[in-house]
């Protein structure tokens, strides 16, 4: 017998407000063309004044609780992911627990930037096959509206606000790749190149929240170089190949990113979940934002072989594969 962790329920939750491409076009030098065309961004939501990061969390927790016909008092620990917290300290999944009413077990956030939720999910993975907890909330969950630098045309059309959150309970399975539930992953980082996208202020430098820098088409480079291998290495680790696989749930940052990965995949795109038109880049939340929306949608059946992968600041870079 061996211990794995199978997702038990997913949900998220999306701010109210949706901001077209159009909303740019009077206010930077861009198009709605040029915004379609080389990232397939159509709109993102954007969070309320004073709506924060753990209220958006909250909500996705309710959401993916509620899906899997749990209550807040069956969770043993929750790890959220997130670059974008409500405070220097405590963890936004503090606040979460507490909005939540849990009083016991673990809360931490984890800070990976668009790969968290990945790095989230295989550290949730590794506790509850060592026995920590029974079952984990993993959450996505970012604001990165507060974060942009509005007069800089080529980051701040890219990013959008939301929550996705993933409930994993402890399953006794064989110990082979049919079992249901996280069956590998590889995690990435190599910080030689963490001046490719960072956010230009912190607590330790300069005592502010600073906003996010981005050379795009270098990152872009090596997330079409990066992420097919993390994935193939991932399938590896399980014993599966890429045809057995039945959905790709990408990270969502650009389709023409997107696209390459699951060409060199050898997926045709009707295998992939694509949600990057209406949510934008939205960081960690972006892949437990796509689950839960194909999940929503009744995509996924039992038995499927689902692989997720992300690249972000760091640069961190990630794959997971587990069976629905
Ligand atoms: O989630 C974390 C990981 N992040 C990513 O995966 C993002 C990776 N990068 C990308 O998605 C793409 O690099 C971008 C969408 C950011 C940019 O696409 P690109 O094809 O790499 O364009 P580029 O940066 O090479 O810029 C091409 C041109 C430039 O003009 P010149 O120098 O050729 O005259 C830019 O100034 O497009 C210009 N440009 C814009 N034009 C209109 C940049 N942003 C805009 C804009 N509207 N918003």
Not at 20 to 27: A, D, I, K, M, Y
Not at 254 to 263: D, F, P, S
Not at 276 to 289: K, R
Not at 297 to 303: I, L, M, S
Request: charged share 20%; glycine share 12%; with cysteine.
């Amino acid at each position: 017998m061996t211990r794995r962790a199978v997702i038990r329920g997913t949900g998220h939750y999306l701010p109210e407000r949706v901001v077209e491409n159009s909303w740019f076009e009077g206010r930077l030098d861009t198009t709605d063309e040029w915004i379609r065309s080389r990232s397939g961004i159509e709109r993102r939501h954007f969070a309320a004044e004073g709506q924060m990061t753990s209220d958006l969390g909250i909500r996705a927790a309710r959401a993916a609780l509620d899906r899997a016909g749990l209550t807040p008092a069956d969770i043993d620990g929750i790890i959220l992911a997130t670059s974008t917290p409500d405070f220097t300290f405590p963890a936004v999944a503090t606040t979460v627990q507490a909005g939540l009413g849990i009083k016991r077990g673990f809360a931490f956030d984890v800070q990976a930037v668009c790969a968290g939720f990945v790095f989230a999910l295989a550290n949730a993975d590794a506790m509850i096959r060592a026995g920590q907890a029974d079952r984990i909330l993993v959450i996505g969950a970012e604001t990165f509206s507060r974060i942009m630098d509005w007069t800089d045309r080529s980051t701040c059309v890219l990013f959008g606000d939301g929550a996705g959150a993933v409930v994993l309970e402890a399953q006794d399975g064989a110990g082979t790749s049919d079992d249901r539930g996280i069956l590998s992953s590889d995690l990435n980082s190599d910080g030689s190149y963490r001046e490719l996208l960072y956010v230009d202020g912190g607590v330790s430098s300069t005592g502010t929240a600073g906003q996010l820098r981005m050379q795009g088409n270098l990152v872009f480079r090596h997330a079409v170089e990066k992420l097919a291998r993390t994935a193939h290495t991932a399938l590896d680790r399980a014993g599966l190949t890429p045809d057995q696989v039945d959905w790709l749930v990408p990270h969502q940052a650009n389709m023409r990113i997107i696209t390459a990965t699951a060409q060199k995949m050898g997926l045709p795109l009707d295998k992939v979940v694509l949600t990057v038109a209406d949510h934008g880049n939205t960081s960690a939340a972006s892949i437990p934002l796509a689950l839960s929306v194909a999940d929503g949608q009744g995509r996924f059946t039992p038995g499927q072989v689902v692989v997720t992968e992300a690249i972000g600041g760091g640069l961190s870079w990630g794959a997971v594969v587990l069976r629905w």
